[in-house]
């Protein structure tokens, strides 16, 4: 019944988002195109590129080798919601909530052929692209 993030996407979205928090610039443009710009980069397989909703307004982004970060005003995480529906069809299940009042969802690599995780804290919309890992460091 219970559908979890594998801990490994955790991860590395804690990582990448952890490490990306001081190389943000400003966006320009449709944030929804941004987004999907990177996950193309990054090995998505979207459903359609194609009528996609536009994101409008301020946001932020970081890019490094892992994949991209984008932050958004927390009242956008209903139109991030739409757009990655539109864009890649159903997340993994239905928004969790998370205990600062936001929501949380994703979207698995074996699904989409890379990891998004988009969420909403008391300030911000996240969506965490992460790019596929192909193996674990060795110890």
Avoid at 29 to 45: E, N, S, T, V, Y
Avoid at 66 to 76: F, K, S
Avoid at 90 to 99: A, G, H, T
Wanted: hydrophobic residues 40%.
């Amino acid at each position: 019944m219970k559908r979890h993030l594998p801990f490994a996407l955790i991860f590395a979205a804690i990582i990448f988002c952890g490490c990306a928090s001081d190389h943000f610039k400003a966006g320009r443009g449709d944030a929804g195109q941004f987004i999907l710009k990177q996950a193309l980069i990054c090995g998505a397989h979207p459903a359609t590129t194609n009528g996609l909703s536009a994101i409008d307004g301020q946001w932020r982004y970081s890019v490094d080798k892992d994949g991209a970060v984008i932050q958004l005003p927390r009242e956008q995480f209903s139109e991030v919601q739409l757009f990655l529906r539109q864009a890649f069809g159903s997340p993994e299940q239905e928004p969790v909530d998370r205990s600062d009042g936001g929501k949380m969802d994703w979207y698995q690599a074996r699904k989409i052929g890379i990891g998004i995780i988009y969420y909403s804290d008391p300030t911000n919309t996240i969506v965490a692209i992460v790019r596929p890992q192909t193996s674990m460091p060795s110890k």
